[in-house]
């Protein structure tokens, strides 16, 4: 299946190829770098890596305007202005679960192609989707038409799903951040959601997202007593995987509405991120209300 705008079937295409060469490249690039990323973050060898190697290449397409990255400051303008409608821009999460490469547990790259300038909306998104490195390569990919799961080899896409969406009856949930931390109204949900479902976390959030829309439930990292805002990113991380989780007949929700609705102050902006199937995260904003 192709996607029909081809400005975004190059970026897919690109984010196909490179991520079947940044998942060879992990070997060798497990250490930390003696940098942090804007968000306060230790780097990984290979978060920098994966990064520069994606803005190379998504920078040279025509038709992309912007390119950003959790592990850049700043949005690079590379031709045509999103915000005027002649080019889109792009946002990566290069690794996502980077800090699984030390244990050797999943991870993925993350992508959202926005139709305004950055930092937008996620109701701008025309397409996004991420690759996930499990013991199989697979991509899933989210347009205005379906999700569609591929696997991966060699850098072509073999499409194996052509419209994915969330199983009616939910099997699995996953929470991020340590429970002393969850504010009291999340751990009360909590504590319902653990009587019902059946843990799955791995620490990388598309890897999580993932089992949830293979055999329905919630995902959340929940906003922190000590951090509000919770962990992960709106631009590189909320957005594209509400995208996904939307267009899948699921909701996601930051808490009091759609992740996709939420107005970004800044490119790094964090935010509670609950995802899963409907009725899951209709409980989760009355607990939180
Ligand atoms: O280690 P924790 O607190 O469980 O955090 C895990 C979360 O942090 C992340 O690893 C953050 O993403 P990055 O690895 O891209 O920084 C998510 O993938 C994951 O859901
Ligand atoms: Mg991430
Ligand atoms: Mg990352």
Redesign the pocket.
């Known amino acids: 299946m192709t996607v029909s705008d081809p400005v975004v079937e190059s970026v897919v295409a690109t984010i196909s190829r490179s991520a079947t060469e940044i998942r060879q490249g992990l070997i060798g690039r497990r250490g930390a770098v003696d940098e942090e ?1 804007p ?1 306060g ?1 230790t780097q990984m060898e290979a ?1 920098v890596w994966a990064d520069d190697m994606l803005r190379e290449r998504l920078t040279a397409i025509d038709g992309v305007g912007q390119y950003a990255s ?1 592990e850049r400051p700043e949005v690079e303008d590379c031709g045509g202005d999103p915000a005027a409608g002649d080019a889109y821009a792009v946002a990566v ?8 490469i030390k244990s050797n547990n999943a ?1 993925g790259t ?1 992508f959202g192609v926005y139709d305004d300038a950055l930092p937008a909306r996620g109701e701008t998104l025309v397409a996004a989707g991420y690759v996930l490195y499990g013991p199989i390569t697979t991509m899933v990919l989210a347009t205005e038409e379906t999700v569609s799961e591929y696997e991966m080899t060699g850098g072509e896409r073999q499409l194996i799903e052509r419209d994915v969406t969330l199983p009616a009856d939910p099997v699995v949930y ?1 929470f ?3 429970v002393p931390d969850w504010p009291a109204d999340f751990e009360t949900y909590a504590r319902e959601i653990e009587q019902e479902l059946k843990l799955r ?1 791995g ?6 997202v993932n089992q949830v829309l293979t055999y329905g439930g919630v ?1 959340a ?1 929940p906003g922190l007593e000590s951090r509000p805002e919770g ?3 709106l631009q ?2 909320g957005n594209p995987i509400g995208y996904v989780v939307e267009r899948a007949g699921g909701r996601s929700s930051d808490g009091t509405g759609s992740l996709l609705s939420v107005d970004p102050d800044a490119l790094h902006d964090r935010t509670p ?1 609950h995802v899963g199937n409907e009725g899951l995260i209709d409980r989760l904003e009355d607990a939180l209300e």
Do not use: Q
């Open positions: 990323n968000s973050e978060d959790e999460d290069p690794l996502d679960g980077s800090s699984n991870m993350i996953g991020g951040g340590r976390y620490g990388a959030m598309i890897a999580d995902f990292y962990k992960l990113r590189f991380e991120v």
